[in-house]
């Protein structure tokens, strides 16, 4: 993707601005990747996994596509949105793996409250109320 992207910038190949971004773009991917395969191994280590791990997961991969997608486009400028490119097709499909399998918006909340219930569970408890007690309150 890099190379075509190199190819049809709207700059001269050797830019300084568009291998700053492709560099950026690079290690973000890797970062991902990384995200994924080890949430993938925890997952496969332990199948009580929190949801919000998961789901934290899946949002940050798939904005990660779509701001990858995005930045392609205009490092390409008026060649972006080209179907012989093929940049537009992966801005369209970013945007749909944004979308199916839980909204990400959906996905923010799992991991809100998934972090709700973590600091809930490990915050200290106020004047010697026990939880049985909390329950009755």
């Known amino acids: 993707f890099a190379v075509l992207v190199v190819e049809h910038a709207a700059l001269p190949p050797a830019a300084d601005e568009h291998l700053f971004a492709l560099a950026t773009l690079r290690g973000r991917i890797v970062q991902g990747r990384l995200l994924l395969i080890a949430v993938a191994r925890h997952v496969d280590d332990n199948p009580d996994v929190p949801t919000g791990l998961i ?19 205009r490092i390409l400028g008026p060649l972006g949105d080209l179907a012989d490119v093929g940049v537009e097709r992966c801005l369209r499909d970013a945007k749909v793996t944004q979308i199916y399998d839980g909204t990400n918006e959906v996905q923010r909340l799992l991991i809100g409250r998934e972090i709700n219930r973590t600091a809930t569970a ?8 026990t939880p049985k007690q909390e329950e009755s309150a």
């Open 122 to 129: 490990k915050a200290p408890r106020s004047r010697g109320v």
């Open 55 to 73: 789901g934290m997961m899946k949002q940050s991969c798939t904005d990660l596509g779509w701001d990858v997608a995005a930045e392609c486009a």
